[in-house]
């Protein structure tokens, strides 16, 4: 019954390719982010989304596409793939009334 | 909401010491300051928060202060031990829900 969830948690892919993550939370919010982590372990805002529209998208490459077919997912696809993309990606969902960011479990991405 | 300043990035205390963690926003229209602690290789997990409303709070061994007119806000953990050794990350939200972090504190506790 994990409240939010994401897949896969590892990820190993050569340059140039497209992945997806996928993210599912069972807690009835209302926002989804995604986040960056990168290796000095700075954690930095992607994407927010409310009730499936886009709130907030952060200077990303376009390359990074969100998709929310519903307010319990949001799913992060990744084209040609470089190795800077090489990071941790946390959902994560937002309590509107507890004001709480609550984290998946992260996922892993290594480009080679 | 996009500059929150946190300090110190690395942070060792012995076992039993106090440890201080600070952090500077600029948005006036911040009204919630959350702390969470990532362990190696795990998810940040709240540990602790307080609202633009209230200037201090306390769960047992760690507490937050705000002070708004300055725009700054510290987590104080007392009477650390080993499994307080993580990395700590304040944030900033307003109400239109944009959570922005700080750069994190890499937090060691030495027995």
């Known amino acids: 019954d994990t409240a939010v969830s994401q897949t896969p948690k590892y990820l190993v892919t050569q340059m140039g390719n497209d992945k997806s993550i996928k993210c599912e939370q069972n807690l009835g919010h209302d926002t989804m982010y995604w986040y960056k982590q990168d290796s000095k372990k700075f954690l930095k805002i992607m994407f927010s989304?409310?009730?499936?529209?886009?709130?907030i998208n952060e200077t990303v490459p376009n390359r990074f596409s969100p998709k929310s077919p519903d307010k319990a997912h949001l799913n992060l696809h990744i084209n040609s793939l470089e190795l800077g993309d090489s990071a941790v990606y946390f959902c994560a969902s937002h309590d509107r009334a507890g004001n709480t960011i609550y984290f998946g479990e992260g996922s892993w991405l290594t480009v080679v | 909401g996009e500059n929150v300043e946190q300090h110190p990035s690395t942070l060792s205390v012995q076992e039993g010491d106090s440890a201080v963690i600070k952090c500077t926003y600029s948005?006036?229209?911040?009204?919630?300051f959350p702390w969470y602690k990532q362990e190696l290789g795990k998810r940040p997990q709240l540990i602790i928060d307080i609202r633009s409303n209230v200037g201090e709070k306390k769960d047992q061994r760690i507490a937050v202060t705000l002070n708004k007119t300055a725009k700054h806000f510290s987590l104080h953990i007392t009477e650390t031990q080993p499994e307080d050794s993580a990395v700590y990350f304040c944030a900033e939200a307003n109400t239109g829900n944009q959570f922005y972090f700080g750069t994190g504190t890499s937090l060691t506790v030495i027995p």
């Open positions: 948005d006036s229209a911040s009204n919630y």
């Open positions: 989304y409310n009730n499936k529209e886009l709130i």
